[in-house]
């Protein structure tokens, strides 16, 4: 064990292999021993271990996230494997969310991991996501969007989500610690006619744009946790993979949003 002196004369203990494996990290004045300290104490739950979720579990658990869980039923597929990079030809019909966590303890065996192989819904939302600090939302349909954000609403945690679609991708950060917090609702008020379609498998996305949008969602992820820079809440990142467009749009609270009945 390491004892790391901090600005106020404090100290922080850390392994070894903690210092060596997060030295890049801490040596950066925005983060430190304290904010290092910050994100192994942090827990996350990913919602999704496919385009969007693989990237974000890699990225987190590199970084030294403390505790992360996935939620996911579907078992790995072939179509799956262009754009899924967490999963390998090796893993075809496991099961998505056990195969990505053992891939986790690989990158780092000091992260805490939790499988959930199951549908996440209204009724079981709360049992699994109660322990977690922070959700992020790489689920591929309206039903679960819309869920995810209501109880994060309710709970007031924040949620980072994410979308990719064809060459177009979008991520959000929702802190709904924040009063002036807008919603998904804000932006999408009604569910579409078919809640439940992955775009992906009906209009095609490119596999690379997951792991650009997956990277943001990680990266808007570690921001909060150590609450430095500036937040996307409020604003909707639009990016174009063709174009190399970068776009980030004013998000406001709408004044007859779900979100104002809830607060």
């Known amino acids: 064990m390491v004892l790391v002196q901090l600005e106020n004369n404090n100290y922080m203990k850390f392994t070894k292999k903690q210092i060596e494996r997060y030295s890049r990290q801490i040596i950066l004045k925005k983060i ?7 994100i192994l104490n942090s827990s996350v739950l990913i919602v999704g271990a496919g385009g969007l979720g693989s990237p974000v579990a890699i990225y987190l658990a590199a970084m030294g ?23 390998t030809t090796h893993d075809l019909k496991k099961n998505k969310s056990s195969t990505a966590i053992k891939k986790i303890k690989k990158i ?50 924040i949620l980072v989500s994410g979308a990719i679609s064809k060459f177009d991708g979008q991520i959000y950060t929702f802190n709904f610690s924040k009063k002036k917090s807008p919603c998904l609702r ?41 609450q430095i820079g500036r937040s996307l809440c409020g604003h909707i990142l ?3 993979a063709l174009t190399l467009n970068f776009r980030k749009v004013e998000l406001n609270k709408r004044s007859d949003c779900y979100c104002n009945d809830k607060r």
């Open 238 to 240: 639009i990016i174009n």
């Open 108 to 157: 780092n065996p000091d992260t805490k991991v939790q499988s959930f192989n199951k549908i996440l819904n209204k009724k079981n939302i709360n049992n699994i996501a109660k322990n977690y600090d922070l959700i992020v939302d790489g689920s591929d349909n309206f039903r679960t969007r819309f869920t995810i954000n209501d109880y994060c609403l309710k709970t007031k945690k």
């Open 32 to 38: 430190g021993a304290a904010g290092q300290k910050k």
């Open 65 to 87: 996230i403390g505790k992360i869980g996935i939620v996911d039923k579907d078992k790995i597929e072939i179509s799956n494997l262009s754009r899924q990079i967490i999963f």
């Open 186 to 226: 804000c932006f999408i008020p009604s569910m579409p006619t078919n809640p439940d379609v992955d775009n992906c498998e009906y209009e095609g996305v490119l596999g690379s744009l997951g792991g650009i949008i997956g990277s943001i969602q990680a990266n808007e992820v570690v921001k909060e946790v150590l």
